[in-house]
């Protein structure tokens, strides 16, 4: 039997904390009714059908890319890089994989077949499933940040660059975590 391998990303948006990619191969029998695109999810609910893949996946990894490597490799590379970590891991589980699917118009390099699919995060239950994966790990990760730099706020926005967000910023400035190559927009949009 052949399977798909699903990848999508987490924080490309962000101006702090990690970049997330999680890749899953669901079984045939995978109730793919429950899946949607993470976005369209409330926390609760993200949270209770990522609990659903890991149980019934037949494989998944979920892979992060530090702020330091996004300020010196750029977002995009360090998405395609955690991306193919997740991948990477997978493929070491010894599922016979045909083809990777990734969410986007980018793909990461890999000797196996491997498309992008634009909107694949709505229409892929691989994608879907692994946008699940790979939000639920990257909010988790954040409020843990938001212990350790609690002047920020980061169990809200999740780094996200909102108005309070902004606001916490130019207060008390950027925090270990976040991302320096987006200083200058961060602070003409504090100004």
Not at 28 to 53: C, G, N, Q, V, Y
Not at 138 to 161: C, I, Q, T
Not at 162 to 185: A, D, M, N, Q, Y
């Amino acid at each position: 039997m052949k399977y798909i391998c699903g990848v999508d990303e987490a924080g490309r948006g962000p101006i702090a904390g990690p970049v997330c990619a999680a890749a899953v191969v669901l079984p045939e029998d995978f109730p793919i009714e429950i899946l949607r695109d993470s976005k369209k999810l409330s926390t609760r609910k993200r949270e209770e059908i990522a609990i659903i893949i890991k149980e019934r996946a037949l494989s998944y990894s979920i892979s992060f890319v530090n702020h330091k490597t996004i300020d010196s490799v750029n977002i995009l590379q360090a998405s395609l890089l955690a991306m193919k970590k997740s991948y990477t891991k997978v493929k070491m589980s010894n599922i016979k994989i045909s083809k990777v699917v990734v969410d986007g118009n980018q793909v990461f390099k890999t000797d196996d077949p491997i498309e992008a699919i634009v909107k694949g995060d709505s229409l892929i239950p691989e994608i879907m499933a692994a946008s699940i994966l790979a939000k639920t790990a990257r909010d988790a990760v954040m409020v843990k940040f938001s212990y350790l730099f609690p002047n920020w706020g980061f169990e809200k926005h999740k780094g996200y660059p909102t108005k309070e967000h902004l606001e916490k910023c130019s207060v008390w400035g950027l925090s270990p975590i976040h991302r320096t190559t987006f200083r200058i927009s961060t602070l003409r949009q504090i100004v």
